[in-house]
């Protein structure tokens, strides 16, 4: 028997069909050429929009999606993408593999049903073995935490904020900056930096892009 003979009959009857999606080909071509490389796993598709997954999935060709949750050259992203793959595509596998904070992502993709997410950090080793127990245990939810991937269950957000911060964050989700959404309301700037600052707090962001996602769920803009 040849190699390749033994090769073809070790490879399991159905393999897990995967499209992934990041609008960075490198990104994309890295990870789709290490999975490439394992006999459980059929790369199906290797795509840079949300049109062009959606297409794949339309067509019944993929068991798990392997998306990016930030694509700011296509609307929408962030959570209300993995919402809409999860209504249109209920037995999919979503894996996220995103460089947005682990901390800022990982509730909002839970929320949104994903079934794991994962940082662009992640060794590719780690990634193939989320693809695998994301499959296997679809109705958990994973990270990897101290080189494992383990099931997880990230905390609710604390979204009891003040009638003056949703006001405040509402102006910053419409896209004015802090000098005209204080303009705006006719306060001061120090106050509303301070509004900010504080539902920023409670939200548990650390930066104007982790507030940037939340309020990119909060409030539909």
Known sequence: MTPRQVLLLSRPKHRVRIAVLDDHP???????????????????????TIDD???????GECDVALVDFYLPGDRPDGGSFVKRLRVEAPPLA????????????????????????????????LIAEAIRIAVASPRKFFVVRQGKVQPFAPEVRDDNLSAAEIEILRHIAG???????????????????????????KLRVSDDLGLALFLKEKFRY
């Open 175 to 201: 896209g004015f900056s802090v000098t005209q959404t204080a303009a705006r309301l006719m306060r001061s700037k120090k106050t509303v930096s301070t509004h900010k600052r504080s539902a920023m707090r």
């Open 53 to 59: 997954l959606f297409a794949v999935i339309e067509r």
């Open 94 to 125: 979503i894996v996220v593999l995103s460089a947005a904070r682990p901390s800022d992502a990982e509730c909002i993709c839970h929320r949104s049903g994903a079934n794991a997410f994962l940082a662009k950090s992640t060794p590719l080793p």
């Open 26 to 48: 490198i990104v994309t071509l890295g990870v789709a050429t290490y999975l490439r490389d394992h006999a459980d796993f059929e790369l199906v598709a290797n795509v840079t």
